[in-house]
């Protein structure tokens, strides 16, 4: 059974910063590209940045230069540091896992960042 387990969202302050990690089981890690995707209610899932399995990132327009996605192959785990936060980021954020030879596509159940004086 593939698990995509996120953590670390919470309310911050505008300005502030806070660490997402998604923790993955069931899959063969390391060959997938994983993903931060954020969705605000009314409007579609965007976008935040991908990480392929060599290393190589993605990020939105809006993201880059504050918000840095890594991944941890040997803990089955990505991350999203953000920072420079501001109310606009405030989104339900998701994990993903893609592997598109496979054909493969899995999501996690998503954690809420908040940001509010």
């Known amino acids: 059974q593939v698990q995509l387990v996120e953590s670390g969202g919470g309310l911050v302050q505008p300005g502030g910063s806070l660490r997402l990690s998604c923790a993955a089981s069931?899959?063969?890690?390391?060959?997938?590209?994983m993903g931060w995707y954020r969705q605000v209610p009314g409007r579609q899932r965007e976008l935040v940045a991908t990480?392929?399995?060599?290393?190589?990132?993605n990020y939105a327009d809006s993201m880059k230069g504050r918000f840095t996605i890594s991944r941890d192959n040997a803990r089955n785990t990505v991350y999203l540091a953000m920072n420079s936060l501001n109310p606009e980021d405030t989104a339900v954020y998701y994990c993903n896992a893609a592997h598109a030879w496979l054909m493969k596509e899995y999501w996690g159940q998503g954690t809420q960042v908040t940001v509010s004086p």
């Open positions: 990480i392929s399995r060599g290393g190589t990132t």
């Open positions: 069931g899959i063969d890690f390391i060959v997938y590209t």
